[in-house]
Protein backbone atom coordinates (compact mmCIF):
# COMPACT_ATOMS: atom_id res chain seq x y z
CA UNK A 1 0.00 0.00 0.00
CA UNK A 2 1.43 3.12 -1.08
CA UNK A 3 1.56 6.10 1.68
CA UNK A 4 -1.15 7.84 0.06
CA UNK A 5 -3.09 5.20 -0.49
CA UNK A 6 -2.82 4.13 3.38
CA UNK A 7 -4.03 7.30 4.75
CA UNK A 8 -6.99 8.06 2.26
CA UNK A 9 -7.71 4.19 3.28
CA UNK A 10 -9.60 3.35 -0.64
CA UNK A 11 -11.46 6.57 0.43
CA UNK A 12 -13.13 5.37 3.73
CA UNK A 13 -10.67 7.04 5.90
CA UNK A 14 -13.73 9.03 7.66
CA UNK A 15 -14.74 5.84 8.80
CA UNK A 16 -11.50 3.71 8.92
CA UNK A 17 -9.52 6.26 11.18
CA UNK A 18 -12.28 7.25 14.10
CA UNK A 19 -12.75 3.77 14.68
CA UNK A 20 -8.63 3.14 15.36
CA UNK A 21 -8.60 6.48 16.96
CA UNK A 22 -11.54 5.54 19.31
CA UNK A 23 -10.40 2.31 20.08
CA UNK A 24 -6.53 4.30 21.20
CA UNK A 25 -8.67 6.22 23.41
CA UNK A 26 -11.03 3.67 24.37
CA UNK A 27 -7.13 1.42 26.10
CA UNK A 28 -6.10 4.71 27.23
CA UNK A 29 -8.95 5.34 29.26
CA UNK A 30 -8.65 2.09 30.68
CA UNK A 31 -5.38 1.92 31.69
CA UNK A 32 -5.76 5.65 33.27
CA UNK A 33 -8.66 4.63 34.60
CA UNK A 34 -7.79 1.51 36.39
CA UNK A 35 -3.85 3.04 37.60
CA UNK A 36 -6.27 5.98 39.04
CA UNK A 37 -8.53 3.17 40.75
CA UNK A 38 -5.38 1.72 42.24
CA UNK A 39 -3.97 4.75 43.24
CA UNK A 40 -6.86 6.78 45.08
CA UNK A 41 -6.92 3.14 46.67
CA UNK A 42 -3.67 3.25 48.37
CA UNK A 43 -4.09 6.87 49.63
CA UNK A 44 -7.59 6.40 50.98
CA UNK A 45 -5.81 3.08 52.78
CA UNK A 46 -2.98 5.22 53.96
CA UNK A 47 -4.94 7.86 55.42
CA UNK A 48 -7.13 5.24 57.22
CA UNK A 49 -3.63 3.89 58.37
CA UNK A 50 -2.48 7.56 59.61
CA UNK A 51 -5.69 8.21 61.29
CA UNK A 52 -5.30 5.29 63.39
CA UNK A 53 -1.12 5.74 64.42
CA UNK A 54 -2.35 9.34 65.51
CA UNK A 55 -5.43 8.18 68.17
CA UNK A 56 -3.86 7.82 71.84
CA UNK B 1 -6.44 -27.85 42.01
CA UNK B 2 -8.99 -26.95 44.71
CA UNK B 3 -6.07 -25.41 46.62
CA UNK B 4 -5.71 -22.99 44.09
CA UNK B 5 -9.01 -22.35 44.03
CA UNK B 6 -9.42 -21.44 47.84
CA UNK B 7 -6.11 -19.38 47.54
CA UNK B 8 -8.41 -17.37 45.15
CA UNK B 9 -10.41 -16.60 48.06
CA UNK B 10 -7.86 -15.08 50.37
CA UNK B 11 -7.40 -10.81 49.18
CA UNK B 12 -3.63 -11.20 49.99
CA UNK B 13 -3.18 -13.63 47.81
CA UNK B 14 -5.05 -11.46 44.83
CA UNK B 15 -3.29 -8.61 45.71
CA UNK B 16 -0.45 -9.78 45.08
CA UNK B 17 -1.40 -12.33 42.05
CA UNK B 18 -2.76 -9.47 40.17
CA UNK B 19 0.26 -7.26 40.76
CA UNK B 20 2.59 -9.45 39.46
CA UNK B 21 0.59 -10.49 36.44
CA UNK B 22 -0.71 -6.95 35.17
CA UNK B 23 2.93 -6.04 33.64
CA UNK B 24 2.89 -9.23 31.69
CA UNK B 25 -0.04 -9.15 30.59
CA UNK B 26 0.48 -5.15 29.32
CA UNK B 27 3.73 -6.58 27.72
CA UNK B 28 1.87 -8.93 25.63
CA UNK B 29 -1.19 -7.29 24.43
CA UNK B 30 1.20 -4.27 23.78
CA UNK B 31 3.15 -7.15 21.19
CA UNK B 32 -0.07 -8.54 20.02
CA UNK B 33 -1.85 -5.51 19.44
CA UNK B 34 1.11 -3.60 17.40
CA UNK B 35 1.70 -6.86 15.33
CA UNK B 36 -2.26 -7.22 14.70
CA UNK B 37 -2.29 -2.79 13.97
CA UNK B 38 1.22 -3.23 11.38
CA UNK B 39 -0.53 -6.66 9.59
CA UNK B 40 -3.85 -5.72 9.49
CA UNK B 41 -3.79 -1.86 8.32
CA UNK B 42 -0.60 -1.67 5.73
CA UNK B 43 -0.17 -5.64 4.62
CA UNK B 44 -3.37 -7.38 4.57
CA UNK B 45 -5.36 -6.86 1.38
CA UNK B 46 -8.65 -4.93 0.72
CA UNK B 47 -11.84 -6.60 0.87
CA UNK B 48 -13.05 -7.43 -2.59
CA UNK B 49 -16.29 -6.18 -1.56
CA UNK B 50 -16.28 -3.45 0.96
CA UNK B 51 -12.71 -2.20 -0.07
CA UNK B 52 -10.30 -1.00 3.07
CA UNK B 53 -13.58 0.13 5.33
CA UNK B 54 -13.31 -3.71 6.31
CA UNK B 55 -10.20 -2.97 8.41
CA UNK B 56 -12.69 -1.23 10.71
CA UNK B 57 -12.89 -5.15 11.62
CA UNK B 58 -9.60 -4.93 13.40
CA UNK B 59 -11.12 -3.08 16.58
CA UNK B 60 -15.00 -3.96 15.82
CA UNK B 61 -14.63 -7.74 16.25
CA UNK B 62 -12.02 -7.71 19.22
CA UNK B 63 -14.38 -5.35 20.75
CA UNK B 64 -17.36 -6.96 20.28
CA UNK B 65 -16.19 -10.44 21.68
CA UNK B 66 -14.54 -8.60 24.40
CA UNK B 67 -17.59 -7.05 25.65
CA UNK B 68 -19.77 -10.49 25.43
CA UNK B 69 -16.58 -12.25 27.45
CA UNK B 70 -16.47 -9.40 30.08
CA UNK B 71 -19.80 -10.10 30.63
CA UNK B 72 -19.39 -13.97 31.62
CA UNK B 73 -16.46 -13.39 33.37
CA UNK B 74 -18.39 -10.75 35.38
CA UNK B 75 -21.90 -13.18 35.78
CA UNK B 76 -19.34 -16.23 36.96
CA UNK B 77 -17.39 -14.00 39.39
CA UNK B 78 -20.90 -12.87 41.00
CA UNK B 79 -22.15 -16.16 41.04
CA UNK B 80 -19.15 -17.69 42.53
CA UNK B 81 -19.51 -14.64 45.11
CA UNK B 82 -23.13 -15.74 45.74
CA UNK B 83 -22.47 -19.71 46.01
CA UNK B 84 -19.15 -19.95 47.50
CA UNK B 85 -19.65 -16.14 49.70
CA UNK B 86 -16.37 -15.54 48.15
CA UNK B 87 -16.17 -12.15 48.55
CA UNK B 88 -13.17 -11.73 45.74
CA UNK B 89 -15.91 -13.01 43.19
CA UNK B 90 -17.80 -9.68 43.82
CA UNK B 91 -14.57 -7.78 43.54
CA UNK B 92 -13.68 -8.82 40.45
CA UNK B 93 -17.17 -8.09 39.00
CA UNK B 94 -16.50 -4.55 40.17
CA UNK B 95 -13.36 -4.38 38.40
CA UNK B 96 -15.04 -6.03 35.24
CA UNK B 97 -18.25 -3.76 34.86
CA UNK B 98 -16.59 -0.76 33.58
CA UNK B 99 -14.29 -2.32 31.71
CA UNK B 100 -17.15 -4.11 29.60
CA UNK B 101 -18.80 -1.06 29.28
CA UNK B 102 -16.43 0.87 27.69
CA UNK B 103 -15.49 -2.16 24.83
CA UNK B 104 -18.97 -2.43 24.62
CA UNK B 105 -19.52 1.08 23.64
CA UNK B 106 -16.95 0.73 21.27
CA UNK B 107 -18.26 -1.55 19.74
CA UNK B 108 -21.34 0.02 18.44
CA UNK B 109 -19.45 3.31 18.11
CA UNK B 110 -17.35 1.09 15.18
CA UNK B 111 -20.08 -1.26 14.20
CA UNK B 112 -22.04 2.31 13.67
CA UNK B 113 -19.34 3.79 11.62
CA UNK B 114 -18.78 0.84 9.87
CA UNK B 115 -22.28 0.01 8.58
CA UNK B 116 -22.67 3.96 7.19
CA UNK B 117 -20.82 2.66 4.05
CA UNK B 118 -21.75 -0.64 3.86
CA UNK B 119 -25.40 -0.54 4.95
CA UNK B 120 -26.11 3.69 4.13
CA UNK B 121 -26.81 4.28 7.68
CA UNK B 122 -25.38 4.74 10.91
CA UNK B 123 -28.10 2.50 12.94
CA UNK B 124 -30.71 0.16 12.09
CA UNK B 125 -32.87 -1.45 15.00
CA UNK B 126 -31.83 -5.12 13.75
CA UNK B 127 -31.17 -7.96 16.46
CA UNK B 128 -27.19 -7.74 16.69
CA UNK B 129 -27.47 -4.09 17.50
CA UNK B 130 -30.29 -3.89 19.69
CA UNK B 131 -29.46 -6.58 21.78
CA UNK B 132 -25.73 -5.17 21.97
CA UNK B 133 -26.71 -2.07 22.98
CA UNK B 134 -29.30 -4.37 26.19
CA UNK B 135 -25.58 -5.33 26.64
CA UNK B 136 -24.28 -2.02 27.24
CA UNK B 137 -27.46 -1.12 29.63
CA UNK B 138 -26.83 -4.30 31.44
CA UNK B 139 -23.32 -2.90 32.55
CA UNK B 140 -24.80 0.73 33.36
CA UNK B 141 -26.89 -1.18 35.49
CA UNK B 142 -24.87 -3.50 36.98
CA UNK B 143 -22.84 -0.32 38.07
CA UNK B 144 -25.84 1.65 39.24
CA UNK B 145 -27.15 -1.47 41.16
CA UNK B 146 -24.09 -1.77 43.45
CA UNK B 147 -23.44 1.76 43.61
CA UNK B 148 -27.08 2.84 45.07
CA UNK B 149 -27.04 0.49 48.08
CA UNK B 150 -25.70 2.06 51.24
CA UNK B 151 -24.16 -1.55 52.45
CA UNK B 152 -21.78 -2.30 49.80
CA UNK B 153 -22.37 -6.02 50.55
CA UNK B 154 -26.15 -5.65 49.58
CA UNK B 155 -25.19 -3.87 46.56
CA UNK B 156 -22.47 -6.73 45.68
CA UNK B 157 -25.36 -9.36 45.95
CA UNK B 158 -27.82 -6.82 44.26
CA UNK B 159 -25.62 -6.51 40.86
CA UNK B 160 -24.73 -10.29 41.22
CA UNK B 161 -28.23 -11.26 40.67
CA UNK B 162 -28.62 -8.87 37.90
CA UNK B 163 -25.53 -10.13 36.42
CA UNK B 164 -26.57 -13.45 36.30
CA UNK B 165 -30.17 -12.73 34.71
CA UNK B 166 -28.86 -10.42 32.29
CA UNK B 167 -26.20 -13.49 31.15
CA UNK B 168 -29.19 -14.97 29.27
CA UNK B 169 -28.23 -11.87 26.47
CA UNK B 170 -25.00 -13.52 25.73
CA UNK B 171 -26.18 -16.07 23.86
CA UNK B 172 -29.10 -14.10 22.12
CA UNK B 173 -26.23 -11.76 21.11
CA UNK B 174 -24.38 -14.51 19.79
CA UNK B 175 -27.17 -16.30 17.80
CA UNK B 176 -29.10 -13.13 17.10
CA UNK B 177 -27.78 -13.00 13.24
CA UNK B 178 -29.07 -17.05 13.02
CA UNK B 179 -32.30 -16.76 14.43
CA UNK B 180 -33.88 -13.74 12.85
CA UNK B 181 -33.42 -11.70 9.57
CA UNK B 182 -30.72 -9.36 9.86
CA UNK B 183 -28.62 -6.62 8.33
CA UNK B 184 -25.47 -7.98 10.15
CA UNK B 185 -23.64 -10.39 8.29
CA UNK B 186 -22.98 -14.06 10.20
CA UNK B 187 -20.32 -15.63 11.65
CA UNK B 188 -17.15 -15.47 9.83
CA UNK B 189 -14.28 -16.61 12.06
CA UNK B 190 -16.17 -18.63 15.11
CA UNK B 191 -18.29 -20.73 12.90
CA UNK B 192 -17.61 -24.33 12.63
CA UNK B 193 -15.41 -25.67 9.97
CA UNK B 194 -12.84 -23.32 8.02
CA UNK B 195 -13.16 -19.97 8.79
CA UNK B 196 -14.19 -17.61 5.50
CA UNK B 197 -11.64 -15.52 5.99
CA UNK B 198 -8.01 -15.44 4.11
CA UNK B 199 -5.31 -16.10 6.56
CA UNK B 200 -3.55 -12.48 5.41
CA UNK B 201 -6.31 -11.07 7.20
CA UNK B 202 -7.26 -13.78 10.03
CA UNK B 203 -4.15 -13.79 11.38
CA UNK B 204 -4.26 -10.03 12.35
CA UNK B 205 -7.85 -10.23 13.55
CA UNK B 206 -7.01 -12.90 15.79
CA UNK B 207 -3.50 -11.26 17.11
CA UNK B 208 -5.67 -8.30 17.37
CA UNK B 209 -8.34 -10.19 19.34
CA UNK B 210 -5.78 -11.70 22.07
CA UNK B 211 -4.00 -8.30 21.99
CA UNK B 212 -7.29 -6.91 23.42
CA UNK B 213 -8.21 -10.24 25.78
CA UNK B 214 -4.63 -9.92 27.26
CA UNK B 215 -5.21 -5.86 28.07
CA UNK B 216 -8.81 -7.07 29.55
CA UNK B 217 -6.72 -8.81 31.69
CA UNK B 218 -3.84 -6.65 32.36
CA UNK B 219 -6.48 -3.79 33.48
CA UNK B 220 -9.14 -5.98 35.23
CA UNK B 221 -5.66 -6.82 37.88
CA UNK B 222 -4.88 -3.12 38.19
CA UNK B 223 -8.70 -2.36 38.82
CA UNK B 224 -8.29 -5.43 40.98
CA UNK B 225 -5.96 -4.12 43.42
CA UNK B 226 -7.48 -0.99 43.90
CA UNK B 227 -10.65 -3.24 44.40
CA UNK B 228 -8.99 -5.23 47.36
CA UNK B 229 -7.69 -2.72 48.74
CA UNK B 230 -11.43 -0.50 49.11
CA UNK B 231 -12.74 -3.57 50.43
CA UNK B 232 -9.95 -4.55 53.30
CA UNK B 233 -8.63 -1.41 53.71
CA UNK B 234 -9.27 -2.46 58.03
CA UNK B 235 -7.00 -5.70 57.38
CA UNK B 236 -3.81 -6.06 59.39
CA UNK B 237 -2.18 -7.43 55.59
CA UNK B 238 -2.94 -4.23 54.01
CA UNK B 239 -1.11 -2.16 56.56
CA UNK B 240 2.20 -4.22 56.09
CA UNK B 241 1.39 -3.56 52.23
CA UNK B 242 0.87 0.17 52.84
CA UNK B 243 3.69 0.42 55.00
CA UNK B 244 6.71 -1.21 52.77
Redesign the interface.
Known amino acids: ?TGNG?WS????AR??W???A??GA??G???W???R??????V???R??AM?RQQP | MWTWFYKLASPPYVYGAAAALAPWLLGGSAIC?LYG?VAG??FAP?DYQQ???F??I???VP?AWLSLLTYIVMALAGAIALIWRIKMGHAVAAASA??GA??T??AL??GS??G??MWGTYWVWDPRLTSELILLFLYFGVMSLRSAFEDPARGDRAAALLALVGVVNVPIIHYSVVWWNSLHQGATVAKFGKPSMDASMLWPLLSMTLGFML?YGA?LC??L???V??RE??AKW??EA??T
Open positions: MFMGGYFVPCFLAVLWNLSARHHVAARRAALLA | ILLAPGDARIYVHAPISFLLVTLWRPFVMRQGELNRQVRIE
